[in-house]
């Protein structure tokens, strides 16, 4: 078995000198067993044809979005789902300010919007294309929506001038590839929990595409930080996988998913908009700014209970044995939510170490919720904090119960989408 058996990798070519290595590229992951269709934009076109791609791989070239033949054969929604991962390269500045704005009307703007699988990105352009303030603008954006934007290699380029965007070499990119599918397959395993982006696990159970269709779901994660002077902060231990997890599997699901995140170490899952925050206040004014369009809030954050009174301007000195901080309570996001009028379906968590279904049942009521998933943290044999699996009980209602085993968090997330699913349809 080698490297890349089984893989599917769309390749995506677009314009540039560099499109004449994808050729070398699309052999190299094939020389590893990968299973390569090829999507060429027109701009690829113009300096390597379709031809020569469809008889290295052996399989047909899409060009069009609007070819009937084409779209018998494989239509762009399947192109969509087929692949395991869809790799751009060369990806083109004018391919990374379409992505970056949605635009549909070409293939692969198309694809890039239907899939919910990893894109990665290999930019190739001019040093002064690359490095203008847009691009990196552009850059920017791609990679907070999930995109892997790989670095491009420094040099001579093919316009004369030497500097930073040439596309790297099709066995470096090859080997790139190879090492995403292993990091994807480290996730899969018992792995590294430090390593593992929760969005990103292995193999989640497979959950209907139509489940929240149309929904837009709004979701908070990781920790809060407070600053206490300019060096110093007050936070918690929240990995954020929970929420992330909840956020891929939300898209899945055929929701648009804006996550409100605390600082985290995980990456954007492919497909969510993400805004990234620091203190509860300005969570909670993000949140506040997106609820008028959201039909389903699911409050996953741990935000800090309280804040200081007053941040110091300057760092405080040690001096005295014993020092006092007065601390504010923070705002409770999900409590300012539920109660206001054109409140979203509200979804709580309750971390707890005893009296699980009691503590849950009476924030359910407090919170004025209309779900509540209650994770036991007391057993010290089964983590959930930084883990990459965790089981809940969920309440609602006067009595409504259910519980979902220990599980890895994206199948965990997909589970308790179901039933937040089930209660929309039935309040
Ligand atoms: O009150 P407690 O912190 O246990 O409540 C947990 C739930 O409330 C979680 O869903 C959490 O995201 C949310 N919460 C919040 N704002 C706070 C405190 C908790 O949204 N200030």
Redesign the pocket.
């Given at each position: 078995m080698t490297a890349l058996t089984s893989r599917k990798i769309l390749l995506a070519i677009t314009g540039g000198i560099a499109s004449y290595k994808s050729a070398i590229l699309a052999r190299r992951l094939q020389d590893q067993g990968g299973d390569v269709r090829v999507v060429m934009s027109k701009g690829a076109q113009a300096f390597i044809t379709p031809l020569t791609l469809q008889a290295l791989t052996g399989n047909p070239v899409h060009t069009d979005l609007l070819d009937e033949s084409a779209e018998a054969a494989m239509g762009h929604i399947e192109l969509a789902r087929w692949p395991d991962l869809i790799l751009i390269a060369p990806a083109s500045a004018n391919t990374m300010a379409r992505l970056a704005h949605g635009l549909a009307d070409d293939l692969l703007g198309t694809l890039c919007l239907a899939t919910t699988k990893q894109i990665m990105l290999a930019p190739a352009m001019n040093h002064q294309m690359w490095a203008n303030v847009a691009t990196q603008a552009n850059a920017d954006t791609l990679k907070k929506r999930g995109f892997l934007l790989l670095e491009p290699d420094s040099g001579h380029q093919a316009c004369g001038e030497t500097g930073s965007g040439r596309m790297p070499e099709p066995e470096d990119l090859r080997d790139q590839v190879i090492a995403w599918f292993e990091q994807q397959s480290a996730a899969g395993s018992a792995g590294n929990p430090a390593q593992i982006s929760a969005a990103s696990t292995t193999n989640p159970s497979p959950i209907n595409a139509d489940l929240l269709k149309g929904k837009h779901v709004l979701i908070?994660a990781g920790p809060t930080v407070e600053p206490i002077d300019p060096v110093r902060y007050i936070s918690n231990h929240s990995s954020g996988k929970m929420g992330y997890a909840l956020a891929a599997s939300a898209v899945e699901a055929g929701a648009q998913v804006t996550l409100v995140s605390g600082p985290t170490k995980l990456d954007t899952p492919q497909g969510v908009t993400r805004i990234d925050v620091q203190q509860?206040t300005q969570m909670l004014s993000e949140v506040e700014s997106w609820v008028p369009d959201t039909d389903v809030f699911i409050?996953?954050?741990?935000?800090?209970?309280y804040r200081m009174a007053g941040i110091a301007e300057e760092k405080i000195k040690k001096q005295t044995e014993q020092m006092t901080l007065t601390l504010v309570k923070?705002?409770?996001?999900?409590?300012t939510i539920s109660l206001r009028d054109d409140r979203p379906f509200c979804?709580?968590?309750?971390?707890e170490t005893e009296h699980l279904a009691e503590h849950a049942r009476s924030?359910l009521q407090k919170?004025k919720l209309d779900l509540?998933a209650a994770n036991d943290v007391g057993n010290r044999d089964e983590p959930v904090f930084g883990a990459d699996t965790n089981a809940l009980d969920v309440y609602w209602g006067e009595h409504g119960h259910k519980r979902i085993e220990r599980a890895p968090k994206r199948d965990v997330a997909a589970a308790l989408l179901a039933i937040i699913a089930e209660r929309l349809k039935n309040p």
């Open positions: 908070t509860a409050a996953v954050a741990a935000v800090a209970d923070n705002p409770d996001i999900l409590k979804v709580g968590f309750a971390a924030k919170k509540i």
